[in-house]
Nanobody, 120 residues
Framework: QVQLVESGGGLVQAGGSLRLSCAASGLTFSSYSMGWFRRAPGKEREFVASIGWSGTITDYASSVKGRFTISRDNAKNTGYLQMSSLKPEDTAVYYC?????????????WGQGAQVAVSS
């Protein structure tokens, strides 16, 4: 079955950096777009970034543009989210996701999440 497994979360001071990884199995990773989402305490899940199957097309939420970079290595079936200049408001559980065959992330595949905590 399809599995997406995030890693790389942790506690970091404001201004610091973290890199999240998302290891995919059970699907032809190179055929799927991939996205990162997050859910902060007491808030709805929100879009963070996405990347097309080839890695050439990316999209970012305005709140992270210029600070976060999404990338992928199809040979390793792994996606990444490099997070820099982190702020306390970036504290959240971060999820990677792959869309269903209609391009819908909500009904696609999701990882279990990685906790990121940014201290001020």
């Amino acid at each position: 079955q399809v599995q997406l497994v995030e890693s790389g979360g942790g506690l970091v001071q404001a201004g610091g950096s973290l890199r999240l990884s998302c290891a995919a199995s059970g699907l032809t990773f190179s055929s799927y777009s991939m996205g990162w989402f997050r859910r902060a305490p007491g808030k709805e899940r929100e879009f963070v970034a996405s990347i097309g199957w080839s890695g050439t097309i990316t999209d970012y939420a305005s709140s992270v543009k210029g600070r976060f970079t999404i990338s992928r290595d199809n040979a390793k079936n792994t996606g990444y989210l490099q997070m820099s200049s982190l702020k306390p408001e970036d504290t959240a559980v971060y999820y990677c996701a792959a869309p269903d065959n209609r391009g819908n992330y909500q009904t696609g595949y999701w990882g279990q999440g990685a906790q990121v905590a940014v201290s001020s």
